[in-house]
């Protein structure tokens, strides 16, 4: 369902916002369409009327009553709509029960005589009495609407400082549309819920539409915007309660002792992203002959300017406990946790607003931050918690660009993929439960939503596909826009290790291995972050720049696939963006493109390497044990130590860990004495994570090990060997439907 409303001004019916009931109610009054006399009215008519929609006397009310018009006629030019003025910024009033009683008042909307009431004696108290009746010139091919209101805020001249409760506004105007139709000055978010704009409505003789009623749809000026998250961390819950958000990104420090809350926020680079007053510039940039097959034909745009009282974060309250969920078991617990699916993501905020905030339209994006402290809980039945702080994730700034009257929707997944750490000190960065998806959602129609899915890890991975919604986990290969045209999904990579974000431009090139920086792999189902993390950088084969599969040391399976085909690197521009606007990259390599007629369905990674280093040539040969059964197991490839080598390479002291060739040229075994001290009993010791070894172990060179055959025999130890390349990998993975 759609998160936001179009007001028809001309309706004088109700239909209120409802996902199972399209009933029209309220006041049904007949209206007379073909009018005998061709008088111009602001009526009934209402085509493509959808459930979001409110209509009639509820409109009304949130207009104000009131609205301004300017109307010309005449032929469209090229690059203009037409020029002749008709209405010169009429106010046009509402009136219940009126319908009828005039030849200009067929749905209780009339401009004629309208008498400057309170909230409109500033802007136009001498022009308002001289409206005239206004007929259809059927010499005219064509007539252009638009339309604004200051809804119950009154109307105040020009930018004369605006009080609280008024907007201040310039006269609109036909001269210069494409660039400044006119502006609305907004001292704060309260009065920009109540400013509404129109796009241009044309009126084509050739359409039978003279005589008809002139409908005009209204949008709120403001943008909304809402955050929520949820979890996919295997065997955790995250306690919603533990959560705390932080109101500054300074990575110098990582404490932020003062500098955290329990209300959401994301953390803007330049306080522009958040104004708290402003003059908006409305203006029309598609309009004439030439723009008329573009989607965003005679649409409106907003330019904020001049604006004060900005900050660089925006708060959205607290976690709301009506979308959060009972932990991942069966015990009646408390609702006190993290949903755990896309579509049951716990927003911020209040549910009567739908947890939407309102902000000021931008036409300059900045990245923006979200960055959390939280615990998660075993799902084991045991008292278990982990505590994760300071995880992060970016959006970039091709996704924080907000268009009037479009909801945009920033959902952070916690998986198993992080950028906080769990200890005292930032040495101890790193989970492998967390990463964050950015849904950036809810335009107007269908085909203006914009969602963005970016991880919580270094660097972030952005996706985004025009269409997709919070309300689903999968992109579709069958998502289409208007123009019934598949979109395709677009990938952006932030890189956010230091104190500024910045978007990554070379998604186009090679690493010094000579392989690609933008991969996309097929995977097998049910495949995490981390265990596509895990494969890349420890492979059973060494590293190959050509591979077109790779088989980690975890058994994961990854499948190159072909690119261009498949995967575009160097695309210039993201077609459909928010209102089928064309999203332009600053250069190639700012962005790749899935092609979602080329891919099949299925589960994917897309993998950002920006390995610094030749890999082949800081590769470690490294062996993990393997469990087998005795005269049972075939080893045949597999490596092996028969326990009774191990006895001449004891350590008698502990070692120090002087360089990673001393230190991983052995494999190391602890021992414990036997038959009276007589024998030794020998267990692999695992030295990963360590800086020193205790007294004691027994060691084994790596070259020494051979290859055994046939089947396991007791007293040995078998080994799987891998190749750790020492990588630096991005990794999102992405699920591919058919519908």
Sequence with gaps: MKTKYYFFAALATV???????????????????????????????????????????????????????????????????????????????????????????????????????????????????????????????????????????????????????????????????????????????????????????????????????????????????????????????????????????????????????????????????????????????????????????????????????????????????????????????????????????????????????????????????????????????????????????VVPATYTVWQPNYAYTYIFKITDNTNGWTGANTDDAGLFPITFDAVVAQATEASGEQTTVTTVATPTITTYQQGHTYATNEYSKNTKGKDNVVRNLYVQVMDNSGTTSVLKNDLETNTPDGGAKSLLYKLGAYTTEAMVMDALENRKAAYDEDATSITGRNDVSLTLQSNPSIIKNDVTTIVNGVNDKVINLSEAGEAAMINMSSITTGDYAYVYDYTTAERKTGEITEYQPITVTVDDTDVSGKYHIAASSLTSAALTTGTEKSTDADFYDYIYFSKTTTNGGETYDYSYYSVAGKSTLPAGLAKYSKSSLTTATGTAAANTFYFDRYFSNKGKYAVKVIKIIGS
């Design 15 to 393: 239909m209120l916002a409802s996902c199972a009931d399209d009933q029209f109610v309220g006041d049904n009054s007949p209206t007379n369409q073909e009018n005998a006399n061709g008088v111009i009215n602001f009526g009934f008519d209402v085509p493509n009327i959808t459930r979001a929609d409110i209509a009639g006397a509820d409109a009304a009310a949130k207009l104000g009553n009131n609205f301004y018009v300017m109307g010309t006629k005449g032929t469209e030019a090229t690059d203009a709509p037409t020029s002749t003025v008709v209405f010169d910024n009429y106010l046009v009033r509402f009136t219940a029960n009126t319908a009828g009683k005039t030849e200009s008042n067929t749905a209780n909307w009339e401009y004629v005589g309208v008498t400057a009431d309170a909230n409109h004696d500033k802007l136009s108290p001498a022009v308002v009495t001289s409206q005239t009746i206004k007929f259809w010139d059927f010499s005219q091919p064509q007539y252009d609407f638009f339309a604004f209101s200051t809804g119950t805020k009154r109307a105040a001249k020009d930018d004369d400082s605006p009080e609280e409760t008024e907007i201040g506004v310039t006269s609109m105007s036909s001269a210069n549309l494409k660039t400044n139709a006119y502006k609305l000055y907004i001292p704060s978010t309260a009065a920009l819920e109540d400013a509404f704009i129109t796009d241009i409505v044309e009126v084509k003789r050739d359409d039978k539409a003279y005589g008809k009623d002139v409908v005009l749809k209204f949008k709120n000026l403001g943008s909304k915007v809402r955050v929520g998250l949820y979890e996919t961390v295997p065997g955790y819950s995250i306690d919603a309660t533990t959560i705390n958000f932080y109101t500054v990104d300074d990575d110098g420090d990582h404490k932020f002792t003062d500098d955290k809350s329990t209300d959401a926020a994301l953390i803007s680079t330049n306080a522009a992203s958040f104004a708290g007053a402003g003059t908006v510039q409305v203006f029309f940039p598609t309009v004439g002959t030439e723009n008329v097959n573009k989607q965003d034909y005679n649409k409106a745009s907003a330019t904020v300017s001049g604006t004060s009282g900005g900050d660089t974060k925006k708060i959205f309250g607290t976690l709301a406990t009506e979308k959060m969920q009972n932990k991942e078991t069966s015990e009646a617990d408390g609702q006190k946790y993290l949903g755990r699916t896309l579509p049951q993501a716990t927003f911020a905020g209040t549910k009567g607003k739908d947890y939407y905030t309102t902000v000021f339209p931008v036409t300059t994006g900045y990245p923006l931050t979200l960055r959390v402290d939280y615990t998660l809980v075993s799902t084991d039945g045991s008292t278990e918690t982990i505590t994760v702080k300071g995880a992060k994730a």
